[in-house]
């Protein structure tokens, strides 16, 4: 019997080092999301832009993650008409996507774009004023924690509907919906992701983040920014 146990052994240890291979070259899996997503392409460079920059492209703004500095402003507004501003890059492609819905014969508009600072702590103080803190948080943004704030956010609206869920229904509403990503806007808090984004569905807010990133998203049915980058959820402020 002695004899056998060298054998054995060998015997053993080669079938651990296949199995140990053929494990090491299973496909690996994104299990952050809340949805299982398909697989980044190969090509596709996550560290391209910043994501705590506030100038970069790919700043990603939520409850656990505000501007830094606090009260920055973006240099290179410009109009994109109905009184609003966005970066030019961003404007650029929002009058670009206003045009494309125009030529299906839908009317879209930007209902509001950059909101400055101080334009937040006025909105958010009053609302404190009027209901409280969690009350203005069901609301508004805190100074320093909005997307609009980065100049790279828009509400928007077709006809009387804007800034509310109706959007989502209009025509106008699902023409973005299905051809956002093509202008490299991204619709920032999904339906049923509160979890993640710490917003309630809001159909009308878009974030530009590029066409390349914005494609990235949508063949990879990824649906928000901290799933796609690996960033924790961000349902509550600190
Ligand atoms: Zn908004």
């Given at each position: 019997m002695k004899k056998l146990i060298v054998p054995v052994i060998i015997v053993l240890i080669i079938i651990g080092v296949i199995f140990w291979h053929h494990n090491a070259g299973a496909p690996q899996y994104n299990n952050r999301?809340?949805?299982p997503?398909?697989a980044t392409?190969a ?187 690996g ?8």
């Amino acid at each position: 019997m002695k004899k056998l146990i060298v054998p054995v052994i060998i015997v053993l240890i080669i079938i651990g080092v296949i199995f140990w291979h053929h494990n090491a070259g299973a496909p690996q899996y994104n299990n952050r999301g809340a949805s299982p997503t398909k697989a980044t392409s190969a090509t596709f460079n996550k560290q391209q832009y910043s994501l705590t920059d506030p100038t970069s492209l790919w700043v990603v703004v939520n409850k656990l993650r505000p501007l830094d500095p606090i009260d920055y402003a973006p240099s290179d507004l410009v109009s994109v008409g109905n009184g609003q501003e966005m970066r030019a890059e961003a404007a650029s492609a929002l009058k670009s996507m206003i045009a494309a819905a125009g030529k299906q014969g839908l009317n879209l508009y930007a209902a509001s774009g950059y909101r400055s600072y101080d334009t937040q702590v006025a909105a958010y103080g009053s609302m404190v004023k009027a209901g409280g803190v969690s009350y203005a948080d069901s609301l508004s943004a805190r100074p320093g924690y909005s997307e609009h704030q980065t100049g790279w956010a828009v509400d928007l609206g077709t006809g009387n509907c804007s800034i509310d869920n109706c959007f989502a229904n209009t025509p106008a509403g699902e023409w973005v919906a299905a051809n956002a990503y093509k202008y490299g806007f991204l619709l920032r808090y999904p339906k049923g992701l509160t979890s993640i984004t710490g917003y309630d569905w809001e159909s009308w807010h878009y974030r530009y983040v590029g066409v390349s990133l914005a494609t990235e998203l949508h063949n990879t049915n990824t649906l928000t920014l901290e799933q796609f980058f690996g960033l924790p959820p961000a349902p509550n402020y600190q």
